[in-house]
């Protein structure tokens, strides 16, 4: 048992280092392939900066858990890969400064702390039977309402002009719109994706997946596509590792990064190798510095942007915030996002950060509670994912629970949990392999 332990701990050091030479060598390769065309973006590695950066990374692994045993784990895996391993690679070649590093440490500290508390007991959801036929009835009338809201007269559904087909059709949809497509692509179909892998009902899984393609075309959102695979990636991800599936989520990110130098080196796909690694890796930690920089010399928005203060606080700037970054970046009319960590700060500072980051663990709780009574860890933070992977990537924490659908998917698992710990619940020590009848219910006296 004790060399058990040790050889965990020392393959969680080992996934952790690995993924950090990984991401600098695909941050380095990036760099001399022209990517970084823009000033925001560090090319000048630091050797004293490297080291700072690298002893964080060690700190990183010492506090990741070594055994996955709640959701909350898996997430905190998922947020050392995505922004903070990151931003220490950014740190290294001479981004960002000692305090936005300080900061984003902070942050994933004291989330990690606070999942060291057990989880408050929940009311157990009400409903038992499946809910397939209320997710496709949900997915039918979202279709409708994003269909009939829509001009798609003359639309051009090539893939070059992805980006005016996408302006096009939101001049025209309502205001609902953006609520509509994310919901349906990060909380409905990611839902019934793993639902029908689980149940080996494969037909449905492909109409599923049609499903998520027919968002791609109503909407021109890539999203649309990659977050239902993400979804399936970290439900198998975790489960092939059993407890130590927090590391196949590193691991699993490790994979995209090797495959995104193979198609930067490849010069036809350079654009799938860009995305793969300057979008997904280096954007977020670059423009969390961008907002913490900005924000440090210019007055915070405390909420006044955001429709949770109803009004009633006047705003600061005439523009929303994310096209002014753009603007400060060199992309006028760029919508640039930033995770949590850059919006919290935008809102009111460092106490920004630290309300994003208490909201943050009292939800990470409650979906550990939800996990337990569900008795698959893996299922819900799958489920959960592509709302999280937002969250620590480009989305400030209020539109991540209602616009991109973790509130949504909180409120499935919750009503549902009766049904689906019927049906999925399973030993969470044991290696994952897809449900093909329901398991025994325990006998009541």
Not at 293 to 321: I, K
Request: hydrophobic residues 50%.
């Amino acid at each position: 048992m004790i060399l058990l332990i040790h050889r965990e701990e020392a393959t969680k050091y080992l996934v952790v280092i690995g993924y950090y030479v990984i991401l600098s060598g695909a941050y380095a390769l990036s760099g001399t392939r022209g990517l970084f065309n823009l000033g925001m973006y560090a090319f000048d590695f630091d050797f004293e900066r490297w080291l700072v950066a690298t002893t964080l990374v060690v700190l990183v692994a010492f506090a990741l858990p070594s055994r996955a045993s709640r959701v909350s784990d898996y997430f905190l895996w998922m947020h050392a890969a995505v922004p903070v391993v990151p931003t220490l690679v950014f740190f290294s070649f001479s981004g960002g400064t000692p305090g936005f590093a300080a900061l984003v440490m902070t942050a994933f500290m004291l989330i990690r702390l606070s999942a060291l508390f057990q989880p408050s007991p929940l009311i157990p959801g009400a409903i038992g039977t499946s809910p397939e036929w209320p997710m496709w009835i949900g997915i039918g009338a979202m279709y409708f309402f994003i269909i009939a809201g829509g001009d798609y007269s003359s639309i051009d559904f090539s893939l070059d002009k992805i980006y005016a087909n996408r302006a096009q059709i939101s001049e025209s949809q309502s205001g609902y719109f953006e609520y509509l497509h994310t919901n349906l692509s990060k909380s409905l179909l990611p839902f019934l994706l793993i639902l029908y892998y689980t149940k080996r009902r494969y037909w449905l899984l492909g109409v599923t997946v049609i499903c998520s393609l027919g968002v791609f075309l109503v909407s021109q959102h890539r999203a649309a596509l990659f977050f239902p695979l993400l979804a399936l990636l970290c439900y198998r991800s975790t489960g092939w590792a059993g407890a130590a599936g927090g590391r196949g989520i590193m691991n699993m990110f490790s994979a995209v990064l090797i495959a995104g130098m193979v198609l930067i080196c490849i010069d036809a796909t350079v654009l799938l190798g860009d995305i793969a690694i300057r979008r997904t890796f280096i954007v977020p930690a670059a423009l969390n510095y961008e907002y913490f920089r900005f924000f440090q010399e210019h007055p915070f928005t405390l909420f006044s942007d955001s429709t949770l203060s109803f009004g009633l606080v006047p705003r600061v700037y005439p523009d929303q915030v994310p096209f002014l970054i753009g603007y400060e970046i060199g992309l006028p009319g760029a919508h640039a996002n930033a995770s949590y960590l850059g919006s919290g700060f935008q809102q009111a500072g460092l106490a920004g950060v630290l309300l994003y980051v208490l909201i943050l663990s009292i939800m990470l709780k409650f979906l550990d509670g939800i996990g337990k009574q569900i008795g698959n860890n893996c299922f819900v933070f799958a489920i959960c994912a592509p709302s999280l992977f937002w969250l620590i990537d480009s989305s400030d924490l209020p539109s991540v629970f209602l616009t991109h659908g973790l509130l949504l998917s909180m409120a499935i698992l919750w009503l549902w949990s009766p049904y689906l710990r019927l049906h999925l619940s399973r030993p969470e020590s044991t290696t994952h392999k897809p449900i093909t009848s329901p398991s025994t219910p325990p006998e009541t006296a």
